[in-house]
């Protein structure tokens, strides 16, 4: 995400990372608890999921949805356009500092310049030149954060809006996972062999009887 200005407290991050795996074993073992199918899904366990681990589609996953998979480019892209975009900031960082070198250095060598010293005027204009390929670069470089960061952001809004819609859906989801896999299997035909067939009430063999 771009532009966070909140910053996670160690103890906070360490403490969620803790407690996420038996968390999630005291809802598995609730569940097993109950009577029925132990492959049912769960809607606490995939809401849990979903704000956990939703950013890469863990609760599509969990309710074996293949469009989990959507959130992985999406997530892998949002990664990207971060370190694309720090790399952006880095080169902001440095052209600002060259920006501000010239501008420096421009106000210290007009006073040479003025007392009329020996290559004074030479090296004012190298100053020049260095203010303006540095106002150049730091224009390129602002154009390519921006970029970036509005690359990241438009992934990150199209994340939101995905998560949105899923956790409406969730209730849904699990039932129709519930009840795909809960579905009777199909009734199979019993093809009867005579030879193996029991012998009648009578006592005769029924294939005694046939010619």
């Not at 010239?102 to 004012?124: D, H, M, S, V, Y």
């Not at 390929?133 to 970029?147: C, F, V």
């Not at 809004?157 to 956790?167: G, I, M, Q, R, V």
């Amino acid at each position: 995400m771009p532009n966070l200005t909140f910053v996670l407290p160690h103890w906070l991050y360490w403490m969620l990372l803790a407690l996420l795996p038996p968390l999630v074993m005291l809802l598995l073992g609730r569940r097993r608890q109950h009577p029925g199918p132990a492959a049912l899904a769960s809607v606490p366990i995939a809401s849990f999921l979903l704000l956990t681990g939703g950013f890469v589609g863990c609760h599509r996953f969990y309710l074996k949805s293949p469009l989990g998979r959507v959130y992985v480019p999406v997530f892998i892209g949002i990664l990207l356009c971060n370190i694309k975009g720090r790399e952006a900031r880095n080169q902001v960082s440095l052209a600002t500092n060259g920006v501000v070198s010239g501008e420096f250095k421009i106000e210290r060598f007009k006073t040479p310049l003025g007392n009329g010293r020996a290559g004074a005027a030479e090296r004012l204009a190298d100053a020049e030149q260095l203010l303006l390929r540095s106002r150049q670069a730091l224009a390129a470089a602002g154009t390519q954060q921006q970029r970036w960061d509005d690359g990241s952001r438009g992934l990150a809004l199209l994340t939101l809006l995905l998560l949105a819609l899923d956790a409406a859906r969730i209730p849904g989801l699990c039932r129709r996972y519930n009840t795909r896999h809960t579905q009777p299997p199909p009734a199979v035909g019993i093809v009867c062999d005579e030879r193996q067939a029991p012998p009648a009430a009578n006592g005769t063999n029924p294939r005694s009887t046939r010619r």
